[in-house]
């Protein structure tokens, strides 16, 4: 079996190398979509993380039960504001 493959193989050659180019440039793409793909998640990663402040709105009071069970609410006189 493996002295017909290698016949084979001896007597394709021009279908081996462009076989073994194939490969070779499908795995290339493959590799560089992902290199693309995480490079890009990082790009808006990084952009949305300066872009945006670090702000955190609470009652004065946020000891009471009303905050920590999540149904504290604003009055609507501070909507405007």
Do not use: E
């Given at each position: 079996m493996l002295r017909t493959a290698l016949r084979n193989l001896r007597a394709?050659?021009?279908?081996?190398?462009l076989?073994?180019?194939?490969?070779t440039l499908g795995v290339s793409f493959v590799v560089?979509?992902?290199?693309?793909?995480?490079?890009?998640?990082?790009?808006f990663t990084d952009l949305f993380t300066q872009t945006t402040s670090d702000v955190v709105v609470?009652?004065?009071d946020a000891a009471t039960d009303d905050?920590?069970?999540?149904?504290?609410?604003?009055?609507?006189?501070l909507v405007g504001k």
């Amino acid at each position: 079996m493996l002295r017909t493959a290698l016949r084979n193989l001896r007597a394709h050659k021009l279908r081996l190398v462009l076989s073994t180019l194939a490969v070779t440039l499908g795995v290339s793409f493959v590799v560089g979509t992902f290199v693309f793909t995480d490079t890009l998640n990082k790009t808006f990663t990084d952009l949305f993380t300066q872009t945006t402040s670090d702000v955190v709105v609470q009652p004065a009071d946020a000891a009471t039960d009303d905050f920590q069970t999540g149904s504290a609410t604003l009055p609507a006189s501070l909507v405007g504001k």
